[in-house]
Structure formats: structure tokens, C-alpha cells
């Protein structure tokens, strides 16, 4: 049900410091990124967590591409009521109203319709001309109130559109009832000037401007998506459409977490509020980072392991006088908390689960039981315990929960000469042990080889990494690994005192992911070209 309730523009001329929305496209552009589905649970925790992060905006998927997304959609429309949940549509009748029917039973739903504008794309993939472009946006537009208050449109490629096309394109998607235009630089090639006059040239020239909310939406094949997202709210956008960790096609899409500190730490340049918990911010890059198995570079601002570490024995002594000498944001504000010993084999569950709670994770009873006995047994192998282990366990924890395949036990015979063997068992999803053995070219090999067989699924090792997760000689390993199947990357994660059982369960988490995947796209819309 679409309640009309508290359409953006409204919310945001109630307040005195203008509020620029922020729009998560982490499911959905994010989902993009080579190697980065998710299935129906994960989509839903992640929802979750950018509800309570307190974006304005879930795009939560795209309807048509498959029953999976459809389905994706429509649970998130059901569940999440503080934000606006909107799904993805083609310029097209079938899509419009595929959206229409997956976000219906939102509080508040939105139909995001893009079609492309520029020259290059309308000469070479759309092969439509101009008029086309204008009817069928006012058509989808209107068609899309009929199931929603709340319409979006993009002009895709907006960036590289002839200014006075584009300005005609918007006129005829507000006249035809769009409430949000989002200009997307979707090859990202835009400059922040460039991408900064287009809105103020759009705010300026076409009528109805003030209707509506312009928006921006920026890639980073440059590097400078979150550089134009901030340019754009400076040219009138009041929306940003960004992703967790800056996930998506390609170089990926402006990182939300980027944007929200920049506004809030130079209100002098961007004297904008938004409605993000901040302290909220590293728990859901963590929690994006397991789900999609994408890993955030250490260096990466606000949410990398380096982002608040000082190395240099000048910087060590600076922070020591005064934080705010090499310190422009608290990390706390951001949601770190202090690298501490935090539990051992005596902790109690009551602290077990306050611990997880602070860091973000909110277990019901079952499930922690279930991590719970985990940690008793973590603590037999391991004294001290780490924020990261409790991660690592919450991490593994949920997987194992979803898991069609799960590693029961696992014997290896390797060494200098000879052949590596690997006997694996497995219990299946319908409770069944499997057991077989092969060998292979060293001891990790051989278990992967043994997967194989078992769960009849083949794919080829791009990467394989180890790092270990907290430091000392009883450290957990995390293994990562990528695989290709069908075309199509896969991620895996695992983690263990053990290198080679965390190696089998991340190689076991990918090979899930591909069952996942498969049964997906089992009946996908037929083609999304266009
Ligand atoms: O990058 C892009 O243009 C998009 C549109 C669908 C908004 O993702
Ligand atoms: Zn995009």
C-alpha cells in the first residue's frame, strides 16, 4: 500500500538545515559488482541494517530481471516501513508494472524508470530518436503513478546528454507526475564542475523544477564519484544515490559512508543534514563486506582497517598531545570500536550477546545458542578473544544457517613426495552425510577437488588468500577465494585456526553461492537489453 506519507520535498523544507536524502543502491547497483549476488536472506539483513543506518531510500532490486529480484523486492517492500522502498524499471510497460506489483505492499514504495538520453547511447543501443525517447517516458511516468505516488526517473547517461534534450526529457517526466529526477553520471566520466552545472542549469531552465527532487547518481571509473555526488547537492541535488563500501557496475558506485562524513565533518562547504547513523556505518560496511564476500581495502576512507591508523612516530606523538592534530573525525562517530580482549572461556552468554550487540549484530535466541556453543569451542582453541573473532563467528555462523552444503569433517595427507589426498564429508540440505576423496596438486587442491565431486558443481580458482584476522601464533585465518562458473564470479569466505578448514569453508561458501545463483536465474526474464 502506498500511504503518499511524507514525500521527500516535504521533509525536506520542514527543516532548517536542508536535508539532502540519501538513496542506497546497494542492493541493486551494488549487487552489480562482478561476484556479488546475494540471495533472499542476506538481501533482507542488509535491508535491515540501512534501515536502521537510517537511509532514506532502499533500491532493493531490479523486478524484472528474475522471480529471485521480484521476490527480493517484494520481501524487503513487506518488511522495512522506515524507509522508502523503491525497485528498478526499464522504460517499458512489462517492467513498469513488474516494479508496481513487487513494491505494493510497501509503506512507502517508489518505481525507479530509466532510459537513456544521450546521442551515443539513443543512435547505438536504443536506436530510438528523440521523440520516441519523450513519449516513452511520459507513457512509463504515467503509468507508474497509476501504482505509485512516489515516481523516479533517469535519464540514463544523463551527463553526457545534449543540456536542452535533457532539460526536455525532465520537463515531459515531471509533467507526466515524476517526483524525483535522478541525473546519473553512469560511465562516470563527468568532472565535479561538469556534473555540478548540469543541475544548475536543469534547476534553472526546465518549469515544474521546483516539484521535485533532482538527484544524483555517480560511478568511479574516475575517482571521482563521491567527489561529483558532493557537486551535485552543490548545483540543487538533494538526493544522493550511493552504495555501502561504493560497491557496484564496474568501478563501482559513490560510497555512502564517504559522502555522510564529508557533509558532516565540512558543514562550511556542505551546510547539509542527513538522517544517517553514523556509528552505524562500520558495522553495515562489515557486514556488506561478509554478505557479498567483497573485501574493503585497508587504506579505504572511513570504514578500511587503516582509516584511523598512524604509523609515523610524528603522527603517534601528535594524536597523543591532541587527537585533533592529524584527527579530522572521532572513530568512534563512525562506528569503530577500540581493538580490545573483549571475552574469554569464562565470559557468560549475557556478555556474549551485549558484546555482538555493540558491534551490531542482533541475533535472535536460536541463533545464539548456536553462536554461542560456537564461541565456547573458539575459546578451547584461542585465549583471547578479538572483536574480529566474534565477527568472523557471526559471519560464519549466519552462512552455516543458509548453507545448502555444510563441511562436516575433513582429513588431508600431504607432504614434500607424493600425492596430496583429501576425504571430505559433507552433510547436504536434506540433513544427509556425504563422504568421498580425491587427490590433487598439494593438500588445498585436493579438497577443492573433493567439493567438486561431492556437490557435482565445477568451477575454475581465480584467487585463493589467506590473511590472518588478529595477530599472535592461536590467530584465526580467513581465506578468501573467487571462482568463475558460467561466466560469472563467485566469492567465498572462511575462517578457522585451521588454514585448511577455513580454505574448504570459504571454497564451500563460493560453491553455495553458485547453487544460489543457479536456482535464481532459473526462468530470467528473457533479455535486458535496452
Ligand atoms: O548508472 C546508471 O545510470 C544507473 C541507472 C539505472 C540509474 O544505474
Ligand atoms: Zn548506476
Redesign the pocket.
Known amino acids: 500500500m502506498d500511504t503518499g506519507r511524507n514525500h521527500p520535498s516535504e521533509i525536506i523544507s520542514s527543516e532548517t538545515k536542508p536535508r539532502v536524502l540519501i538513496f542506497d ?1 546497494t542492493l ?2 551494488g549487487e552489480q559488482s562482478p561476484g556479488a549476488s546475494l540471495n533472499l536472506p542476506e538481501k533482507l539483513e542488509i535491508a535491515h541494517a540501512l534501515e536502521n543506518l537510517g537511509v532514506d531510500i532502499i533500491e532493493a532490486g531490479f523486478p524484472i530481471t528474475s522471480p529471485g529480484d521480484f521476490d527480493a523486492v517484494s520481501a524487503v517492500a513487506s518488511e522495512i516501513t522506515n524507509a522508502t522502498v523503491a525497485g ?1 524499471a526499464r522504460c517499458t510497460e512489462r517492467d513498469v508494472r513488474r516494479a508496481g506489483e513487487a513494491v505494493r505492499k510497501a509503506a512507502r514504495g517508489r518505481i ?1 524508470i ?1 532510459l537513456a538520453t544521450s546521442k551515443i547511447h539513443r543512435e547505438f543501443k536504443l536506436k530510438k530518436a528523440k521523440e520516441e525517447i519523450i513519449r516513452l517516458t511520459v507513457e512509463n511516468v504515467k503509468l507508474a503513478r497509476e501504482y505509485v505516488s512516489d515516481v523516479e526517473f ?1 535519464p ?3 551527463s553526457r546528454t545534449e543540456f536542452d534534450f535533457l532539460a526536455e526529457v525532465v520537463h515531459a517526466a515531471i509533467e507526466a507526475g515524476a517526483t524525483t529526477i ?1 541525473c ?3 560511465v562516470g566520466n563527468a568532472t565535479p564542475a561538469e556534473y555540478r552545472t548540469m543541475f544548475e542549469y536543469l534547476i534553472a531552465h526546465v518549469p515544474g523544477a521546483g516539484k521535485v527532487v533532482f538527484s544524483s ?1 555517480c ?1 568511479n571509473d574516475l575517482g571521482l564519484a563521491v567527489a561529483n555526488s558532493l557537486a551535485a547537492v552543490a548545483g540543487g541535488a538533494r538526493q544522493i ?1 550511493c552504495t555501502i563500501n561504493g560497491i557496484g ?1 564496474r568501478a563501482g ?1 559513490a560510497a555512502l559512508e564517504e559522502v555522510v562524513m564529508a557533509m558532516r565533518t565540512r558543514p562550511d562547504q556542505y551546510p547539509f543534514t542527513t538522517r544517517i547513523n553514523t556509528r552505524r556505518l562500520v558495522p553495515c560496511s562489515r557486514l556488506v563486506s561478509s554478505l557479498t564476500g567483497l573485501h574493503v581495502q585497508r587504506n579505504k576512507a572511513i570504514v578500511g582497517e587503516n582509516a584511523f591508523a598512524h604509523e609515523a612516530g610524528i603522527h603517534q606523538d601528535g594524536i597523543l598531545k591532541n587527537r585533533s592534530t592529524y584527527e579530522i573525525m572521532a572513530p568512534a562517530d563512525v562506528g569503530w570500536v577500540q581493538n580490545k580482549l573483549v571475552l574469554g572461556k569464562h565470559s557468560g552468554r549475557h556478555a556474549f550477546r551485549q558484546r555482538l550487540e555493540e558491534l551490531g549484530h542482533a541475533l535472535d535466541e536460536a541463533a545464539l545458542d548456536r553462536a554461542f556453543a560456537a564461541f565456547k569451542v573458539l575459546c578451547d582453541k584461542k585465549k583471547e578473544i578479538y572483536d574480529e573473532d566474534l565477527e568472523a563467528l557471526v559471519d560464519e555462523q549466519l552462512k552455516t544457517e543458509r548453507a545448502l552444503f555444510q563441511l562436516k569433517s575433513l582429513q588431508v595427507m600431504a607432504g614434500t613426495y607424493g600425492v596430496a589426498t583429501a576425504t571430505v564429508t559433507l552433510v547436504d540440505s536434506s540433513g544427509a552425510e556425504i563422504t568421498d576423496a580425491a587427490t590433487g596438486d598439494g593438500p588445498v587442491d585436493a579438497m577443492f577437488a573433493t567439493i567438486q565431486r561431492l556437490t557435482k558443481i565445477s568451477a575454475t580458482l581465480d584467487s585463493f588468500q589467506v590473511r590472518s584476522i588478529t595477530g599472535g601464533r592461536e590467530a584465526q585465518g580467513e581465506v578468501s577465494v573467487e571462482l568463475t562458473h558460467s561466466n560469472r564470479k563467485v566469492r567465498g569466505r572462511g575462517f578457522s585456526t585451521d588454514i585448511l578448514e577455513a580454505s574448504a569453508k570459504a571454497y564451500l561458501a563460493a560453491i553455495n553461492r553458485i547453487r544460489t545463483m543457479n536456482e535464481r536465474t532459473v526462468g530470467q526474464a528473457s533479455s535486458l537489453e535496452a
Request: glycine share 0%.
Open positions: 543502491t541493486r547497483d528498478l525507479h530509466f533517469s540514463e547517461d544523463a535522478n546519473p553520471d553512469t547518481h560511478h544515490e557496475e558506485n
